[in-house]
């Protein structure tokens, strides 16, 4: 298994809603990332996960918590987002820090 | 702020014709790596550089790392409207911990 898989694809949500983006991988990379891309704008780092343990967080708005249940998952919990961080959200896994990263297809997210 | 710079920001081509897309560093990277990223998409990996001064090629892609290793470039010859997509560089600083700075990006739209 050679892919990275996000859920859900689309979500749209309201303000004051609570919800969670899913990233799972299968090919034992340690290192994982999740990214925000706004429309014609390059992916934008917002946290890393190496060996389940945060380890960069790029002064991310504590509306947006990460979480490492293990070593295939990651997890993204929204709460109180603004229409502003609409967006694609993107999951990436390298087997080292520094090579090669393997994308998922992202959760595009709306919020009203 | 950006430390990668990427030109030029748009490359309309005629199908069949040649293109390059530069990068620029303002710190030394240990490797930088290239990325694509169709319309709808998500980045795809397409090639990492290490050496100083390494040329690599992919069929009709050619990828070159500076001397200096801050430095880079990728050029298409006779593009094809498959070539169609955003073209992201990607540099990883010898001090950063592996995180990816991107460049700006290069969107190619190609006229048949």
């Known amino acids: 298994d050679t892919e990275v898989t996000q859920t859900p694809k689309h979500l749209v949500m309201g303000m004051t809603n609570k919800k969670s983006l899913k990233c799972e991988q299968h090919?034992?990379?340690?290192?994982m990332y999740w990214y925000k891309q706004k429309a014609k704008k390059p992916p934008e780092l917002m946290f890393v996960?190496?060996?389940?343990?945060?380890?960069i967080n790029e002064s991310v708005p504590s509306r947006f918590s990460p979480e490492c249940p293990n070593s295939s998952l990651l997890n993204l919990h929204l709460h109180a987002l603004q229409p502003e961080d609409s967006a694609l959200y993107l999951c990436?896994?390298?087997?080292?820090?520094?090579?090669?990263?393997?994308f998922g297809p992202g959760t595009r997210l709306t919020v009203l | 702020g950006q430390q990668v710079m990427q030109i030029p920001q748009y490359q309309h081509v005629q199908e069949g014709e040649d293109f390059t897309t530069y990068c620029n560093s303002s710190?030394?990277?240990?490797?930088i790596q290239w990325y694509k990223q169709r319309p709808g998409g998500h980045p795809v990996f397409l090639i990492q550089?290490?050496?100083?001064?390494e040329v690599k090629k992919q069929k009709r892609l050619t990828f070159q790392f500076g001397e200096a290793k801050k430095n880079s470039s990728l050029h298409i010859t006779a593009t094809q409207t498959t070539d169609v997509g955003t073209y992201f560089c990607?540099?990883?600083?010898?001090?950063?911990?592996?995180?990816?700075?991107f460049g700006a990006g290069t969107q190619v739209v190609v006229t048949p």
């Open positions: 990436a896994s390298t087997p080292d820090r520094g090579n090669e990263q393997f």
């Open positions: 090919m034992g990379h340690r290192a």
């Open positions: 996960y190496s060996y389940e343990k945060l380890s």
């Open positions: 710190t030394t990277l240990s490797n």
């Open positions: 550089l290490v050496k100083s001064g």
């Open positions: 990607a540099g990883v600083p010898t001090d950063s911990w592996g995180k990816l700075q």
